[in-house]
T-cell receptor
Framework: GAVVSQHPSRVICKSGTSVKIECRSLDFQATTMFWYRQFPKQSLMLMATSNEGSKATYEQGVEKDKFLINHASLTLSTLTVTSAHPEDSSFYIC????????????FGNGTRLTVT | AQSVAQPEDQVKVAEGNPLTVKCTYSVSGNPYLFWYVQYPNRGLQFLLKYITGDNLVKGSYGFEAEFNKSQTSFHLKKPSALVSDSALYFCAVRVLLTGGGNKLTFGTGTQLKVEL
């Protein structure tokens, strides 16, 4: 089945630094990728939707200058958490959808970010 | 707004017994409904979806879900639970976006615990 690879699976960084998370679709072309944030024992909160070659669409309340999303190719999207703070510590999950409008979503395994 | 609700934070069943995880939806028009499962520190895995057709949808790992239009429900079921089914389950609905495209909106999740 379709595979989405998310890297790193776990990262610890110091407050004030930036962290980049990669999301790759390994065996299909992902025209649309989604980035979610999940707090402990809570649902997934959609942060932004990115379409290949265009700017990401951010959900209300998500700071686009803090969470930079790049979707430069059909197989790669990146999320950069800039000037990270402890409150940015969370589980970040990406998902990708193929070219067809009805293509299912495939999820990465998530990235556990801890900001110290 | 298009949404799904999962009224139970947690469901406990004994191994071998049938299980039901509840989901109700609020959607204008025809709903596109999904169930996903999440194991600890992992992304989401697709279980099944309802778009149209038979109200009983069969999915992965022996799970099925019944679409009930009169009750606006899409409960997840399995005839005989396994300890390995213990995980976090999310119901989701596809939401159409203005300008094209779509996204998934997730319920709050239900923690399933299957005990020996």
């Amino acid at each position: 089945g379709a595979v989405v690879s998310q890297h790193p699976s776990r990262v610890i960084c110091k407050s004030g630094t930036s962290v980049k998370i990669e999301c790759r679709s390994l065996d299909f072309q992902a025209t649309t990728m989604f980035w979610y944030r999940q707090f402990p024992k809570q649902s997934l909160m959609l942060m932004a939707t990115s379409n290949e070659g265009s700017k990401a669409t951010y959900e209300q309340g998500v700071e686009k200058d803090k969470f930079l999303i790049n979707h430069a190719s059909l197989t790669l999207s990146t999320l950069t958490v800039t000037s990270a703070h402890p409150e940015d510590s969370s589980f970040y999950i990406c998902s990708a959808r193929g070219i067809s409008y009805n293509s299912p979503l495939h999820f990465g395994n998530g990235t556990r970010l801890t900001v110290t | 707004a298009q949404s799904v609700a999962q009224p139970e934070d947690q469901v406990k069943v004994a191994e071998g017994n049938p299980l039901t995880v509840k989901c109700t939806y609020s959607v204008s028009g025809n709903p596109y409904l999904f169930w996903y499962v999440q194991y600890p520190n992992r992304g989401l895995q697709f279980l099944l979806k309802y778009i149209t057709g038979d109200n009983l949808v069969k999915g992965s790992y022996g799970f099925e879900a019944e679409f009930n239009k009169s009750q606006t429900s899409f409960h997840l079921k399995k005839p005989s639970a396994l300890v390995s089914d213990s995980a976090l389950y999310f119901c989701a609905v596809r939401v159409l976006l203005t300008g094209g495209g779509n996204k998934l909106t997730f319920g709050t999740g239900t923690q399933l615990k299957v005990e020996l």
